[in-house]
C-alpha cells in the first residue's frame, strides 16, 4: 500500500467505517486475507471484495430447498473447516454426512446445534462470539427479526471472527440489514441465478447464473431414444396419440404403477 | 525448620457469625460464657461468667450455643486455606494451625512479605488471629498464646534474625508451657516466671527436681528431641456452606458468596490434584423447605470466573421462592487432572481453541438442553438414514465412506410420503424425475427394504431425492440436493 497504515484515513478502512465509493488499485491485494474464495469465478468477479468475507453476516434470501444454495458456500467451507470447524445452527433437515463429503466438506468438523425459538438468537450470539467456528450457518424460523438484532449478530460475528451465513426468506429483501452482503438466491432450469442485493465495496445488482453439475442434472432418456438400429426403432415407435406429450414419454418407464 | 503457629482465639465464635466486632457476641457453652468479643469484653462480661449475669450486664449481648461440628468444619476449612502458604500443614489443638515455612520463604521473598501476606489474608475474612513463629513447633505455639510481630524478628532486608528469635522466646510467660497444672505451679513458685529462667536451668537439676514429661516438653521446645505432627489431610468430598443471616431475596446477591465458594474449591481442587464432574447445591430457605441443583461441569481445566458464569446463567432463569438462609456446595465426584501433553512443536493455539470451544458447549448445554449439540457422522452402512447421522459428541463414531452414487446434501430424517395427483407425484407442486432407478435392497434379517432411488426436479427448479417402496409401492421423498 502507498499509504501507511497508521493514518487516520488508513485505519477508518481497516475498521470498515469509510465506504470507499471508487475502487483503487491494489485494494484487492490488500483485502485478500479478509476474503475467501468462493469457488466460482464469476462470482468472484462479480464481488468487489473478491470472495466470501471472512467474517461477519451475510444474507442469503432463498426460499425453496435444493436449488443449490448449499453448494454456492460449499467450496468456501470446505476450504475454512481445514482450520477451524463449522457451526449450522437448526438447519431445515438433517445435513448429510456422505452428501456432504462427495462436495469435499469433511463432516467431521460439522457441528449441529439445535436451539429451541426463544433461544436461538442468544445462541447464535454466542456461537458467533466465541471465535470457535470458522463459520455458522443459521435458519431462523422468526422471519421478522428486528434491525437491532441483525445488528448484533453482525457485530458478534466480526468480533468472534467467525463468517455467519444467515439463511432468511425472500419476504426479507424489502427490510434493511445491516448484513454487508445480502444474495437473493433463486432457482433455474438448469442454474442457480443469484442476484446481489447489497454488498459493500461497490455498486449491488449484479445478477448471475452459477450452474449445476451436470450429472445431476442428466436426464435420462426414455427407451424410445435409445441410440439402437433403425429397423428395430421402427418396431418400437409407439402410436402417435401416446406422443402428443413429451414429459409423458419421459415418465413413460417409471410411472407409478 | 521454622514454624508459624496461627491461632484463632474466637474461632467458635467465628465459626458461627461474622459479626464479631459490631455487636457484644459471647458463645454458650452450658450455661456458661465460653468465648467472647471485644465489644462484649468492654460491656464488662467475662469468661466463664453464668449466662444469667452476662446478660443482666449487657442486655444487648447476642449469645450463640456451641456447634463443636461446625466448629471442627470451620477449623478444616482454615486449615484448607492454609495451604496456600506452605505444603505441611497440621492442626494444633485446640484452635491453632501449625505451618511449616522454611521453605515457603523463598516463594513469597522473606519471612516479612509471608508474614503480611497471611495476616491480610486471614483479617480479610473477619478473623481474629494472633502469630507465633518458633524453630520448633511447640515454640510457635508458645509464642501464639501471647503473639508475636514479625517486625521485631527480621532485620532490614526482612529476614529472620535467630537471636531474636530466641530472645523473644526466652521472654514468654512459663505459664504458657504445655504442662499440668501442679508442674505449672510448682515452676511459679520457684520464681521461674519466663520460659528463659527454665531453659536455663541445668539438664540435670531439671530433672532431678521435675519428672521425666518435664524434661520431655523442654527437649522438644528445643528441638533436641524431633516432635512430629500429622500432617493435615483434606477429607475426600468437598463441602462448603455460607450461611445468610435474614436470608438472600435475590439471585444477584447470591454472585459473590458463590464466588467465594467456587474460590475455595478452586484451593481444594489444586491441593488434591483432582477435577472435579458437577457441583451441587443446595438451598435453604428461610421457610425450612431446601432445593438441590446441579451444575454439570466437563471443562479440562477449572476456571473460577468461568464457572461462576455458568452458575449465574442458571440462576437467571430461575425465580428464587423465598430468602435463602443458607448455601452449601457439595462434590464428591473427582477425576483426576490430566496434565496436557505438550509437544515440543505444538502450538498453543490449539488448545485455546479447545478450551473456547468446551466452554462455548457448556454454555448452551446449560441453557438450551444436554442433547443440544451434535456431530455429524458417516457410517458404513446400507440405508441412507443409517449411513448420515448427527451423534453426540460425548460417543462420537466416524466411519469414512466412499459412495460412488450421487448423494444429497439435506437427508429427512423420516421420509415425507408424497401424494400422486393423476399419476404424477406431488410435493409442493408436480415433480419430474430426471435420472434413476438406483436399487438398495436390504435388512432381509430384520424388515426387508427395497427402494428406488431417483433424482427428480421439482416446479420451482429444486433437486430432490425420491424413493419408491418397491414393497409397498409407495413413493417418498428423502432428501435434496442443495
Redesign the interface.
Same mark, same amino acid.
Do not use: M, N
Given at each position: 500500500m502507498s499509504i501507511m497504515p497508521s493514518t487516520p484515513l488508513q485505519q477508518l478502512i481497516n475498521g470498515q467505517q469509510l465506504w470507499p465509493a471508487k475502487q483503487r488499485k491494489g485494494r484487492a491485494g490488500s483485502s485478500a486475507n479478509r476474503c475467501s474464495a468462493t469457488g466460482f469465478p464469476s462470482l468472484d468477479k462479480a464481488l468487489h471484495q473478491g470472495g466470501w468475507p471472512r467474517n461477519g453476516s451475510c444474507e442469503l434470501l432463498c426460499?425453496?430447498?435444493?436449488?443449490? &444454495?448449499?453448494?454456492l458456500v460449499?467450496p468456501a467451507l470446505g476450504q475454512l473447516a481445514k482450520q477451524?470447524?463449522i457451526a449450522w445452527l437448526n438447519?431445515?433437515?438433517?445435513?448429510?454426512?456422505?452428501?456432504?463429503?462427495?462436495?469435499q466438506l469433511d463432516?467431521?468438523s460439522? %457441528?449441529?446445534?439445535?436451539?429451541?425459538k426463544t433461544?436461538q438468537l %442468544?445462541?447464535a450470539e &454466542?456461537?458467533l462470539r466465541?471465535?470457535?467456528f470458522a463459520a455458522l450457518l443459521s435458519w431462523s424460523s422468526d422471519p421478522q427479526l428486528q434491525n437491532r438484532q441483525l445488528r448484533r449478530l453482525h457485530i458478534a460475528a466480526r468480533e468472534g471472527d467467525c463468517w455467519h451465513i444467515h439463511f432468511r426468506s425472500p419476504i426479507c429483501r424489502q427490510q434493511a440489514s445491516p448484513a454487508p452482503l445480502r444474495l437473493l438466491l433463486s432457482?433455474?432450469?438448469d442454474s442457480l441465478q443469484l442476484e446481489i442485493l447489497k454488498q459493500s465495496g461497490g455498486h449491488a445488482g449484479q445478477r448471475l447464473n452459477i450452474e449445476?453439475p451436470k450429472?445431476?442434472?442428466?436426464?435420462?432418456q426414455p427407451a424410445s431414444q435409445w441410440p439402437v438400429q433403425t429397423a428395430a426403432r421402427q418396431r418400437l415407435i409407439l402410436p402417435p396419440t401416446r406422443l402428443h406429450s413429451r414429459?409423458a414419454a419421459?415418465?413413460a418407464p417409471?410411472?407409478?404403477? | 525448620m521454622l514454624y508459624i503457629c496461627l491461632r484463632f482465639p474466637l474461632l467458635g465464635l467465628d465459626a458461627l457469625t461474622n459479626t464479631t466486632n459490631v455487636q457484644p457476641c459471647a458463645l454458650v457453652d452450658g450455661g456458661r460464657v465460653q468465648l467472647l468479643n471485644r465489644a462484649a469484653k468492654t460491656a464488662g462480661v467475662t469468661a466463664s461468667m453464668s449466662l444469667t449475669t452476662a446478660i443482666a450486664l449487657c442486655p444487648e449481648l447476642h449469645c450463640r450455643q456451641r456447634d463443636r461440628a461446625r466448629e471442627q468444619h470451620y477449623w478444616h476449612q482454615l486449615a484448607l486455606w492454609a495451604y496456600r502458604f506452605s505444603d505441611d500443614v497440621s492442626l494444633s489443638p485446640p484452635n491453632a494451625l501449625l505451618l511449616e515455612v522454611s521453605r515457603s520463604l523463598r516463594l513469597f521473598g522473606n519471612l516479612q512479605r509471608l508474614y503480611r501476606t497471611l495476616l491480610s489474608a486471614y483479617r480479610k475474612r473477619g478473623l481474629q488471629l494472633r502469630v507465633g513463629i518458633g524453630n520448633t513447633p511447640m515454640a510457635a505455639e508458645l509464642l501464639s498464646r501471647q503473639g508475636i510481630r514479625a517486625a521485631t524478628l527480621v532485620n532490614a532486608r526482612g529476614e529472620l534474625q535467630r537471636p531474636a528469635l530466641k530472645n523473644a522466646l526466652a521472654a514468654a510467660p512459663s505459664r504458657h508451657l504445655p504442662l499440668a497444672a501442679p508442674q505449672l505451679s510448682v515452676l511459679h513458685n520457684m520464681g521461674l516466671r519466663r520460659v528463659g529462667d527454665v531453659l536455663s536451668l541445668p539438664r540435670k537439676e531439671l530433672l532431678s527436681a521435675f519428672d521425666d514429661t518435664m524434661a520431655d516438653t523442654i527437649e522438644r521446645l528445643t528441638g533436641r528431641r524431633s516432635d512430629p505432627r500429622p500432617r493435615f489431610q483434606p477429607s475426600e468430598h468437598f463441602h462448603t456452606e455460607r450461611q445468610f443471616d435474614g436470608g438472600l431475596q435475590q439471585c444477584e446477591q447470591l454472585r459473590l458468596p458463590i464466588s467465594a465458594m467456587l474460590r475455595e474449591l478452586e484451593i481444594y481442587l489444586r491441593l488434591r490434584q483432582r477435577l472435579n464432574r458437577d457441583l451441587h447445591w443446595s438451598f435453604h430457605f428461610l421457610d425450612g423447605h431446601h432445593e438441590h441443583w446441579q451444575t454439570p461441569v466437563s471443562l479440562r481445566h477449572f476456571q473460577q470466573p468461568l464457572l461462576l458464569e455458568l452458575v449465574m446463567l442458571q440462576l437467571q432463569h430461575v425465580r428464587l421462592p423465598g430468602p435463602v438462609e443458607r448455601l452449601t456446595l457439595t462434590c464428591r465426584d473427582f477425576i483426576a487432572l490430566e496434565t496436557p501433553a505438550e509437544q515440543l512443536f505444538d502450538c498453543p493455539e490449539q488448545g485455546r481453541q479447545q478450551d473456547a470451544m468446551q466452554q462455548l458447549f457448556a454454555k448452551l448445554q446449560l441453557r438450551l438442553g444436554e442433547h443440544t449439540i451434535q456431530r455429524l457422522a458417516s457410517r458404513d452402512a446400507l440405508l441412507p438414514e443409517h449411513q448420515g447421522i448427527a451423534c453426540p459428541s460425548a460417543n462420537y463414531q466416524h466411519q469414512r465412506v466412499d459412495q460412488q452414487a450421487l448423494r444429497p446434501s439435506w437427508l429427512l430424517t423420516t421420509p415425507l410420503e408424497l401424494d400422486q395427483q393423476a399419476g404424477k407425484l406431488c410435493w409442493r407442486g408436480p415433480l419430474e424425475i430426471l435420472q434413476g432407478p438406483e436399487r438398495l435392497d436390504s435388512h432381509w434379517w430384520q424388515q426387508r427394504q427395497v427402494r428406488d432411488y431417483y433424482i427428480a426436479q421439482h416446479r420451482d427448479h429444486g433437486l430432490c431425492w425420491l424413493f419408491k417402496d418397491c414393497l409397498s409401492q409407495r413413493w417418498y421423498l428423502h432428501g435434496f440436493f442443495s
Open positions: 426460499t425453496t430447498a435444493g436449488i443449490g &444454495e448449499l453448494s460449499l477451524r470447524p438447519p431445515p433437515w438433517l445435513p448429510f454426512a456422505p452428501g456432504l463429503q462427495q462436495q463432516a467431521t460439522q %457441528w449441529l446445534i439445535r436451539a429451541p433461544q %442468544w445462541a &454466542e456461537t466465541s471465535g470457535v432457482g433455474k432450469a449445476r450429472d445431476l442434472l442428466w436426464r435420462q414429459a419421459v415418465h417409471l410411472r407409478p404403477q | -
